[in-house]
């Protein structure tokens, strides 16, 4: 559910089972979830051709302030998130916002 919410634009759906889950125990694992290709629900979400660069921002933003964010993971080609982020234009947007320390 939270990788086709990130992948199409449902946004809303993916506020409220991101609320829905806040208490989860095992929340971390749930939203770093990998599909057998390697995607997180973030991958999904960069590497989407069926939302606008604004939604794929206000999405990267969301699973970022969720602070539950491995940024360990790859897909199983090899490529990490940055690699991800820069093949599709949003590179300058996550290092600048997301893994900024504030």
Request: glycine residues 4%.
């Amino acid at each position: 559910m939270l990788h086709y919410a990130s992948h199409y634009g449902h946004f809303d759906v993916l506020c409220f089972l991101v609320e829905f889950l806040d208490d989860h125990p095992d929340k971390f694992d749930i939203y770093n979830m990998q599909t057998t290709e390697g995607k997180t629900p973030l991958f999904c979400a960069i590497l989407s051709g069926d939302i606008s660069v604004a939604m794929k921002r206000k999405i990267i933003k969301l699973w970022f302030d969720t602070n539950c964010i491995d940024l360990r993971l790859r897909k199983q080609s090899g490529e990490d998130l940055l690699q991800l982020a820069k093949k599709n234009k949003l590179y300058d947007f996550i290092v600048e916002y997301c893994l900024r320390e504030d």
